[in-house]
């Protein structure tokens, strides 16, 4: 035969049948990353590669390398990757490669794709 329980176990017992002796932290919520959207240069008969490598290079922070492989893209393909980025980031970029390229009398066009 076991002992009987002591009341207060008993007591202590129910309280965390019912979870109200636990301290329970709220659930975190699960956080996603921003959406993400590629900076798209899109070719033109007009623009000359060495301004497009420039533009990349400088607002795209591309290597040169990196940024020829991109416009040699632009050009045989029609549209090149310049970067992919959080909203803000890639209407950020777009913007001013876009007003650079006004400046510069280039028609330049850079958009934005949801990646």
């Known amino acids: 035969m076991s002992p009987p329980k002591n009341p207060?176990?008993?007591?202590?017992?129910?309280e965390e049948g019912r979870g109200s002796g636990l301290a329970v932290a709220p659930a975190k919520?699960?956080?996603?990353p921003p959406p993400q959207f590629r900076v798209v240069m899109?070719?033109?008969?007009?623009?000359p590669m060495e301004f497009v490598v420039q533009v990349l290079?400088?607002?795209f922070n591309h290597s040169r390398e990196k940024a020829v492989q991109i416009?040699?893209?632009?050009h045989q393909q029609g549209k090149g990757v310049a970067g992919i980025y959080p909203v803000e980031i890639a209407e950020t970029k777009a913007a001013q490669a876009n007003a650079y390229a006004?400046?510069?009398?280039h028609p330049l066009l850079t958009v934005l794709e949801k990646v």
Not at 102 to 105: C, D, G, L, V, Y
């Open 8 to 14: 207060q176990s008993q007591d202590h017992d129910h």
């Open 29 to 32: 919520p699960k956080l996603q």
């Open 42 to 47: 899109m070719n033109d008969d007009f623009t």
């Open 57 to 59: 290079q400088q607002f």
């Open 71 to 74: 416009m040699l893209t632009v």
């Open 102 to 105: 006004r400046k510069n009398q």
